[in-house]
């Protein structure tokens, strides 16, 4: 995917996207006189990461006074750093990897990095999906040569992560299978209808939407081996080796060893401090409600955040300041 593409998306995006009002300028989080209006690039419905981010709106709009966070549906995670940098919303989340590139001008984003962009709390690690009919003659990652295949919304994470996996393992779009830009509800359509072989689901697991699916088709999530996965670390550092736990969905009986990747939020970088240190507060005060909307969020620790987010780029200032007071994260020296 080229950067060229990220940036077209924005003229494509829902209305309510691009029409965002904006952080009201001279108000604080919890007390001053203007409402403070965040807009949360939430990515495409039916995935984990939507979900959460609806907690996370949940939480802000109900623990701080004047602050009122709406969740728009985007492209996802190379669409949300578009946006984010453009000054189109305030707060999003995406691909490690995206975020990385897209700060250091390297990848999509060589020699032009977008500016205005910071980070804030990790949503979540999560495993690289690929899904198909139970009845399907594809067993391994180089089965689907000469499939057609979902690979989430174009411009999402997700989409840029699967690019990177096929491509590491010599699977190149066009050249050796059929891209699909589909969200999971689609995707899972299409699957389900014969449409495409094969789909992946780029998204904390339980998935919303594959555990739908599973309720009505029977599917199977592929293996990668010990040298597919060392290959594609070896190209793409932030993509590591993980297995997705027996009992994860119904009848996956035993662990299945696939990448991992992380979904980390990001913030703007024109947010004031106290804003973002009282939203990480009252964040961090109730993961617990965070866990309530999604098993992933049971994870989200100190180790999370130094693992996911530190390596990426700079945290907001805000949100240091409160997880360094609190002794989450060590002290910047």
């Given at each position: 995917?080229?950067?060229?593409?990220?940036?077209?998306?924005?003229?494509?995006?829902?209305?309510?996207?691009?029409?965002?009002?904006?952080?009201?300028?001279?108000?604080?989080?919890?007390?001053?006189?203007?409402r403070?209006?965040?807009?949360?690039?939430?990515?495409?419905?039916?995935?984990?990461?939507?979900?959460?981010?609806?907690a996370?709106?949940?939480?802000?709009?109900?623990?701080?006074?004047?602050?009122?966070?709406?969740?728009?549906?985007?492209?996802?995670?190379?669409?949300?750093?578009?946006?984010?940098?453009?000054?189109?919303?305030?707060?999003?989340?995406?691909?490690?990897?995206?975020?990385?590139?897209?700060?250091?001008?390297?990848?999509?984003?060589?020699?032009?990095?977008?500016?205005?962009?910071?980070?804030?709390?990790?949503?979540?690690?999560?495993?690289?999906?690929?899904?198909?009919?139970?009845?399907?003659?594809?067993?391994?990652?180089?089965?689907?040569?000469?499939?057609?295949?979902?690979?989430?919304?174009?411009?999402?994470?997700?989409?840029?992560?699967?690019?990177?996996?096929?491509?590491?393992?010599?699977?190149?779009?066009d050249?050796?299978y059929?891209?699909?830009?589909?969200?999971?509800?689609?995707?899972?359509?299409?699957?389900?209808?014969?449409?495409?072989?094969?789909t992946?689901?780029?998204?904390?697991?339980?998935?919303?939407?594959?555990?739908?699916?599973?309720?009505?088709?029977?599917?199977?999530?592929?293996?990668?081996?010990a040298?597919?996965?060392?290959?594609?670390?070896?190209?793409?550092?932030?993509?590591?080796?993980?297995?997705?736990?027996?009992?994860?969905?119904?009848?996956?009986?035993?662990?299945?060893?696939?990448?991992?990747?992380?979904?980390?939020?990001?913030?703007?970088a024109?947010?004031?401090?106290?804003?973002?240190?009282?939203?990480?507060?009252?964040?961090?005060?109730?993961?617990?409600?965070?866990?309530?909307?999604?098993?992933?969020?049971?994870?989200?620790?100190?180790?999370?955040?130094?693992?996911a987010?530190?390596?990426?780029?700079?945290?907001?200032?805000?949100?240091?300041?409160?997880?360094?007071?609190?002794?989450?994260?060590?002290?910047?020296?």
């Amino acid at each position: 995917m080229s950067r060229s593409s990220t940036f077209a998306k924005l003229g494509a995006l829902p209305l309510s996207v691009l029409l965002i009002s904006g952080c009201t300028s001279g108000s604080t989080a919890d007390g001053g006189e203007g409402r403070i209006n965040l807009s949360y690039g939430g990515a495409s419905q039916g995935g984990a990461a939507y979900q959460i981010s609806t907690a996370y709106a949940e939480i802000l709009n109900s623990e701080l006074e004047n602050v009122q966070v709406d969740v728009e549906v985007t492209g996802g995670g190379a669409d949300n750093v578009a946006l984010l940098s453009a000054g189109e919303i305030e707060i999003g989340h995406g691909n490690s990897g995206v975020g990385s590139e897209a700060f250091n001008g390297t990848g999509d984003y060589e020699g032009d990095p977008l500016e205005g962009l910071t980070s804030w709390l990790p949503l979540y690690e999560y495993p690289f999906q690929v899904v198909v009919p139970e009845d399907s003659p594809i067993e391994s990652i180089p089965d689907l040569a000469g499939a057609d295949i979902g690979v989430n919304v174009q411009g999402s994470g997700g989409e840029v992560t699967s690019d990177q996996v096929f491509s590491s393992l010599g699977l190149n779009r066009d050249e050796h299978y059929t891209p699909h830009f589909l969200d999971y509800p689609e995707a899972a359509s299409a699957l389900s209808l014969g449409q495409i072989d094969a789909t992946v689901f780029s998204s904390g697991a339980p998935t919303p939407q594959l555990t739908e699916l599973m309720a009505t088709m029977d599917v199977r999530i592929i293996e990668f081996s010990a040298e597919e996965l060392d290959k594609v670390n070896e190209d793409y550092s932030w993509l590591t080796r993980g297995e997705i736990p027996a009992g994860t969905y119904p009848d996956i009986e035993e662990d299945i060893p696939t990448v991992y990747a992380a979904t980390i939020n990001y913030l703007s970088a024109d947010l004031p401090d106290d804003l973002v240190y009282n939203m990480t507060k009252a964040i961090w005060e109730n993961r617990d409600r965070l866990a309530n909307a999604h098993a992933t969020q049971k994870n989200l620790d100190g180790g999370l955040i130094e693992r996911a987010t530190l390596p990426i780029m700079p945290l907001h200032p805000g949100a240091r300041s409160y997880l360094e007071e609190e002794g989450i994260i060590p002290a910047q020296k």
